[in-house]
């Protein structure tokens, strides 16, 4: 989808607007639950507050490599009338206690009518540093012009606070094509989707913060970028292009790349692409800290007859360097009803054949998120029917995935969910956006994700949900005995 089909989805600039009021911080525990099954982890749930009467959607999770206690969500909300904004919760208890953010807009980093964002993403590294990815858009209505960036609000206090914002990408748009819909000057240009990694190792790029994102044109020409930066997200690189494309060969498909960094540095990104007319997941490494990469080879053929909406992609690197990555993708190629997959790769570079985290379950399976606790891969995902639509936890066994887990359910329909299909959402269905998020410590795999509401009078809601798990031990089921030593050319020159 083009930048401006997204943010116009999503941003409604007001020319005279009221602020919602709301706190600064406000501690989350109105809605608590805690369920335990026999033979399943202990599920604790959680609502987080958001404004009143705004919706959220597309919701994120980081945690602090240092310390698992510290847990850091994002979503953006929809406040109606006005705009589109930025919240995040923080907790350094493992999820008892969530203090909320104020509304984060432009590039200030504070609320208003002039600065707007979609997209969150964030990351935790060392020294307290918490980074929020973000497309921000700020409107200068003096000089009727809309400037849209990619980059991060930069935290050095562990998220209590935003002192700055670094820029990666940034294009000029006129204001009008976003207030009153007039048509985009030939030579436009826009950004979309952008995702963050920090390395948090103890190597020579520690602390180095990378992004990548979409560049497109007005003629249809898409550019998968990734820059790099040095200084803890306050400046990013020249952009390297990883990818080119257009929207005509995509052909409904969007790129939504994916960033991780394992624990010897070396930085892996993965995105939807076409070959050989054939939707396909590529794989790009860097040994040295984002200056190059060496390798963009495929790592997963996809339905060559299916429709490529709605394909939506997962990456995890576990403790010791291996590698998951999962997917959702359509079966048919009119209706969306896709089916989540994931693969494994371990240190020699094998990976996995793909394996799907529901084999028996005929229901429609989407936006998934994949982590690793210790070295066993945990997959989350919504499952949808006629009837109601629930979220799932499946963790990985040696041949497949174990049980599924159901963390929540709520009485509505897939028909009424709205995600990943942006440009056939329909008015009778609540958006809830393009990803959700989830993190695995050593006692419980935590999953932020968007209560859809069953009716318009309600709002969504900001969801967290934990399973409490024994400490990780690995296992031969899911761990193979092998070296503490990762070889990223091999694991990116098999994944073929």
Not at 27 to 38: I, K, M
Not at 189 to 212: C, E, H, M
Not at 356 to 368: N, T
Not at 464 to 491: F, G, M, N, T
Request: net charge positive; glycine share 10%; proline share 7%.
């Amino acid at each position: 989808m083009t930048a401006r089909a997204r943010v116009g989805h999503a941003l409604c600039v007001a020319a005279v607007a009221v602020l919602v009021p709301f706190g600064a911080a406000a501690a989350a525990g109105s809605a608590r639950q805690v369920a335990e099954h026999d033979g399943h982890p202990r599920v604790v749930t959680t609502v987080l507050p958001v404004p009143a009467s705004s919706d959220p959607s597309e919701p994120h999770l980081a945690v602090d490599p240092n310390d698992p206690g510290r847990l850091y969500a994002v979503t953006q909300v929809q406040i109606p009338g006005l705009l589109t904004q930025e919240l995040m919760w923080r907790t350094k208890d493992g999820g008892r206690r969530w203090l909320r953010s104020p509304l984060l807009g432009g590039v200030d980093n504070t609320s208003g009518t002039s600065g707007f964002s979609v997209d969150p993403v964030v990351a935790a590294g060392g020294r307290s540093l918490v980074l929020f990815g973000a497309f921000a858009l700020d409107a200068d209505r003096a000089a009727g012009k809309a400037i849209l960036r990619i980059g991060t609000r930069i935290s050095t206090d562990s998220g209590a606070t935003f002192s700055a914002f670094g820029t990666a990408d940034r294009v000029t748009l006129p204001l009008c094509v976003f207030t009153t819909g007039c048509p985009s000057p030939p030579n436009a240009q826009g950004l979309d989707k952008p995702w963050l990694a920090i390395d948090a190792t103890n190597g020579r790029f520690r602390d180095s913060a990378y992004l990548v994102w979409v560049h497109d044109f007005a003629d249809g020409r898409h550019q998968l970028r990734f820059s790099m930066s040095r200084d803890r997200g306050h400046t990013y690189s020249a952009p390297i292009v990883l990818d080119r494309s257009t929207a005509a060969r995509l052909d409904g498909l969007e790129e939504l790349a994916q960033l991780a960094v394992r624990p010897d540095g070396t930085v892996d990104v993965v995105w939807n692409a076409v070959r050989r007319g054939r939707p396909v997941i590529l794989h790009a490494v860097s040994t040295d800290g984002g200056a190059s990469f060496r390798a963009r080879r495929p790592i997963a053929w996809l339905r060559r007859g299916a429709s490529r909406s709605g394909i939506v992609t997962t990456l995890a690197v576990s403790r010791l360097g291996r590698l998951g990555i999962c997917w959702s993708q359509a079966r048919s190629p009119h209706r969306y009803d896709p089916l989540v997959a994931c693969k494994i790769a371990d240190h020699d570079g094998s990976w996995s054949q793909a394996r799907r985290i529901l084999p028996r379950d005929g229901s429609r399976e989407y936006l998934p998120a994949a982590g690793f606790q210790g070295e066993r891969l945990w997959v989350a995902a919504y499952v949808s029917d006629a009837r109601s639509t629930r979220l799932v936890a499946v963790g990985a066994r040696r041949k497949g995935f174990g049980r599924a887990i159901t963390v929540n359910r709520w009485p509505v329909p897939g028909s009424r969910v709205c995600g990943p299909r942006v440009p056939e959402c329909l008015d009778t269905a609540t958006f809830i956006g393009d990803y959700i998020g989830l993190v695995a410590t050593p006692r419980q795999v935590v999953i932020d994700y968007i209560a859809p509401s069953p009716n318009h009078s309600q709002q969504n809601g900001m969801v967290i949900s934990s399973l409490r798990l024994a400490r990780d031990r690995p296992r031969r089921s899911v761990s193979p005995r092998i070296p503490v030593v990762s070889h990223p050319q091999a694991i990116a020159r098999k994944g073929a």
